[in-house]
């Protein structure tokens, strides 16, 4: 079964490019031109990637994601027009995974739906491997990450996660014990190479914390190592 991916762009030039080119790439491939369309067809098609123009008639990239975020946890790529919406995507009250700015190649368009189907894939993986069959979840002492909702629990209460968040506390507390650097944790968790890299990481580690270490009596989990990167203790 190849994957399917939905791809939601006003533009009917643009989006007829990426459909055609995704299509090329041997994925099946749905598309919609406004945001109201682009959550119906999310619900019907159940796409495992979502590529999301910013800017729609009806809905805006924002109210959709805003919406099916409160329904599945597909990755989400948006695609923005300007720099400065970066912020407001990457902060993510929205729980985007990824965007890129227009315009763009076609080549790195491909590349980085590629590396997100992967990085599912290798997730969808590690469930039926590593893990039980029975149990989907993880649990190092007192926190607890269930694989296919993407959600964590820390002393029994959910934390709200960001898609992205989630993913970083995995592969952090995967790699426990060890440092690892920026670079790393950029590949093996957004999988791909992008030039701002450390901010990011850096950004959603501070989120991250906000999170998991709010209380003040508890030690710190994700240590800084300063001049390397990080290392989950617990
Ligand atoms: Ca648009």
Redesign the pocket.
Known sequence: MSEKVLVV???LALRETLAYNLDRQGYQVETAGDGQAAIDAARRFKPDLIVL????PVLDGFEVCRVLRQEMTVPIIMLTARDEEIDRVLGLELGADDYITKPFSMREFIARVKAHLRRIRLIHAEISSDIPATSEQIRIGDLTLDLTRREALLNQKALMLKPKEFDLLFFLVRNRGHVLTREYILEKVWGWDYSGGSRTVDVHIRWLREKIESDPNSPSRIITVRGSGYRYEG
């Not at 123009?53 to 729609?56: A, Q």
């Open positions: 762009e006003d533009e123009d910013l800017m729609l």
